[in-house]
């Protein structure tokens, strides 16, 4: 396959889905990794797409960009998103009580939790499972279950969260802008999340760097609502007062 046909499939791919991995484009275009990442080089250095650890998302400002799956979230940017989640796991001490959002980055928290007797609750699917498998007490909310994220989200799950109260709360964005906030594409998600944030002590947002500037349709959470957990790194959210760098 010519270059330039590679080159039109996996742009076409993108609008499709707003986000795809190496391992995809490897499988779809029948080329090896190291074809496909000089592909990805080339195409992020024309302005065509934005390339990111484990593969590449379309270019966009737009505030109705399509959700990405549960699957494709958890190879991208793996590396760092295991950093922040490990840093955020830090940050539970004994005897909280914790609310874990739904999300790929959230999850991996579950795997660095030392304290004990924590009570976590969580809209997370596969995260209450884990917790249980982790041996943690763990309530998970009541609602409306939404596949591609895995989560439980809609009014019944806001209600749920209005018995609780929070030590602290970990919580995953589809984007952040220091104007917009945290944002995220489904209302029914946003109500769940900022409830939530509302009835936490602390909370904490775990953005690794495909989030920065990037706005999606519905704030969930203004800027100074919550701690951003973030990589070291040279972006403008370093120099807010309510920002955490993991190295």
């Given amino acids: 396959m010519l270059t330039e046909e590679r080159h039109e499939i996996i742009l076409e791919k993108l609008k499709e889905q707003s986000t795809i991995t190496v391992t995809e484009l490897v499988t ?19 302005g065509l797409l ?38 955020a796991a830090s940050l539970i001490n004994d005897e909280d009580i914790v609310y874990i959002d739904a999300g790929t980055t959230t999850e991996l ?10 009570v976590f609750v969580t809209n997370g699917i596969v995260h209450a499972k884990k917790l249980i498998q982790n041996g ?5 909310l009541g609602g409306e279950v939404k596949l591609t994220t895995e989560a439980i989200i809609g009014i019944e799950a806001v209600n749920s969260l209005k018995k609780y109260n929070f030590t602290k709360g970990f919580f995953g964005t589809n984007g952040v802008t ?3 906030g945290y944002t995220t594409p489904d209302i029914n998600e ?4 900022t ?24 704030t969930f959470a203004n800027i ?7 990589p070291k790194c040279t972006n403008n959210f370093k120099n807010f007062t309510n920002v955490m760098e993991v190295e």
């Fill in 195 to 218: 409830e939530a944030i509302n009835r936490c002590n602390k909370s904490y947002v775990l953005c690794d760097e495909s989030k920065f500037n990037e706005n999606s349709f519905i």
């Fill in 136 to 140: 943690f007490k763990t309530l998970i």
């Fill in 178 to 180: 220091a104007e917009s």
């Fill in 28 to 46: 779809l275009l029948d080329a090896s990794e190291s074809t496909i990442r000089r592909d990805l080089n080339t195409l992020h250095k024309s």
């Fill in 190 to 193: 946003a109500l769940v999340k």
């Fill in 109 to 118: 928290i579950i795997d660095y939790i030392d304290a004990k007797n924590v």
């Fill in 224 to 230: 100074d609502d919550a701690i951003m957990i973030i």
């Fill in 50 to 87: 934005k390339k990111i650890h484990g593969g590449a998302t379309i270019i966009s400002n737009t505030k109705f960009k399509e959700e990405t799956t549960v699957n494709i979230k958890k190879e991208l940017n793996f590396n760092t998103k295991q950093k922040l989640a490990k840093y």
